[in-house]
């Protein structure tokens, strides 16, 4: 089955720096997705992306589908606090090892 | 947004218990749902896909005598861990798809066996 491969593994920023992890198929991709679990918690759906080169932001989370649809990103501008999680990209219900995010205060 | 529920959020048991663990969706029909497995710190590892009105199907390496899964309706499937042992302990969350490839999770259950 598809799969994908997510870096970092693990990202400390000072809060107010930027984040981004990637998520890299050796196959072309139909779609992928995005979830953050917070610590403790659930994963919760971000966002889908289907087309080629598409760019979605949502608020200070900007998500990329790369050109070949064989990449993804995400990448938060400014982080905050509540920006502390695990993100995951997905295809389907096949998820990558997750990025997680430690804000250093 | 979707709910899905699941009980218990959290089980303590003796080495050779067997548990069973509660997915719900709440305000939606899910003709299928997922269970997944996380250990601390890693990613979510597919269990199996639970079908309502037929069997489940499990991901390579799953034993499906050891998980069981049952989807009794449309809101409500069910993970059986059996006879269970120290190394089942983990997180287990269901999920159900709302819409295309979009997931609602349950909070998950922690199971720890002593």
């Known amino acids: 089955g598809q799969q994908v491969m997510q870096i970092p593994q693990y990202q400390h920023v000072q809060e107010g720096e930027d984040f981004t992890t990637y998520c890299n198929s050796s196959t072309t991709l139909s779609n992928i997705q995005w979830y953050k679990q917070r610590p403790g918690g659930h994963p919760v759906f971000l966002i889908q992306?289907?087309?080629?080169?598409e760019v979605k932001k949502q608020k200070r989370l900007t998500f990329q589908f790369g050109e070949a649809k064989k990449n993804s990103s995400l990448h938060i501008t400014a982080t905050q606090t509540t920006d502390v999680g695990t993100y995951f990209c997905a295809v389907g219900i096949i998820f990558g090892k997750g990025t997680r995010l430690h804000i250093l205060p | 947004g979707a709910v899905v529920s699941q009980h218990p959020s959290r089980v303590i048991c003796k080495s050779g218990t067997s548990v069973k663990i509660e997915c719900r969706s709440l305000d939606f029909q899910a003709t299928t749902m997922f269970w997944y497995r996380q250990f601390p710190k890693q990613s979510l590892m597919l269990m199996a896909t639970?079908?309502?009105?037929?069997?489940?199907?499990?991901e390579q390496g799953v034993e499906k005598d050891k998980f069981l899964i049952n989807h009794a309706s449309l809101t409500l499937s069910t993970l059986t861990v059996t006879s269970a042992h120290p190394e089942d302990s983990s997180f287990y969350i269901c999920s159900a798809p709302f819409s295309y490839n979009e997931q609602f999770f349950g909070p998950g259950t922690r199971l720890t066996v002593l």
């Open positions: 992306l289907v087309k080629s080169g």
């Open positions: 639970s079908n309502e009105g037929s069997k489940a199907t499990y």
